[in-house]
């Protein structure tokens, strides 16, 4: 079965400092991946994707995730964290479209 | 232009009531998708809709779980008999075949079950 981990339900980071929000999938198949950010009381924003190009993908606010098919890991990073990432983090895969499986989820808190 | 739209965005009722909500995709989506996140949790799947296709309904918990798309447009979930455990945010998505499986999400509706 498929399943996607998300170490680390809370991390902190000073302001300024490296972002790095952990994502592992299980699965011989590599699937497609994602990362969403949620910020409270409202839905998902997609962060990023992974679609079988590039493995090192860029998405919105300085976000980008290295997909790694040997560590079958997706993490996701930031250099310099600003206050306003503070927010709920969530890793997702799918393989045909039509189910996805998200981790539990982050919560980033961003110390002035 | 407009995103996906969830109603009522809040919703209490009484343990045994039924509830019906509502998503409003984007325009031309053909993909819906129903999750359900319980505090603490991510989100678990409930049900998908693509085109006219049968429904993917793998994912429902219960009986008292049902949900319909009328015309390949509207959804609305409808869960019997409601229960406590059923308190949770209730998130919709849609997407546009062909576009990797993007999902657009709306803000959700919140349920809680007295």
């Known amino acids: 079965a498929q399943s996607v981990t998300q170490l680390g339900s809370h991390v902190s980071v000073s302001e300024g400092a490296l972002v790095l929000l952990r994502c592992n999938y299980s699965?011989?198949?590599?699937?497609?991946l994602f990362w969403y950010v949620q910020y409270p009381n409202q839905g998902l924003q997609l962060l990023l994707k992974?679609?079988?190009?590039?493995?090192l993908v860029k998405g919105i606010n300085g976000f980008e995730a290295e997909f790694k098919k040997s560590e079958t890991s997706f993490h996701l990073t930031k250099p310099s964290a600003h206050m306003s990432d503070a927010a709920e983090y969530f890793c997702a895969v799918t393989f045909t479209g039509n189910q996805f499986y998200f981790g539990t989820g982050t919560s980033l808190t961003v110390i002035p | 232009g407009a995103g996906v739209s969830q109603s009522p965005s809040n919703k209490v009722t009484e343990k045994g009531k039924d509830v019906e909500l509502r998503c409003d995709p984007i325009?031309?989506?053909?993909?819906l998708y129903w999750y359900r996140q319980s505090l603490g949790q991510g989100l678990e799947f409930l049900i998908y809709f693509q085109g006219n296709s049968a429904p993917d309904k793998s994912g429902l918990p219960s009986d008292r779980f049902s949900a319909e798309r009328t015309g390949g447009s509207v959804s609305t979930l409808t869960i019997q008999r409601t229960q406590q455990e059923d308190s949770a945010v209730y998130l919709c998505?849609?997407?546009?075949?062909?576009?990797?499986?993007?999902?657009?999400f709306g803000p959700g509706t919140r349920l809680t079950v007295t």
């Open positions: 992974y679609t079988s190009a590039a493995t």
């Open positions: 998505a849609s997407s546009l075949l062909g576009t990797s499986y993007e999902q657009y």
């Open positions: 325009s031309g989506h053909t993909a």
């Open positions: 699965s011989s198949v590599p699937p497609y």
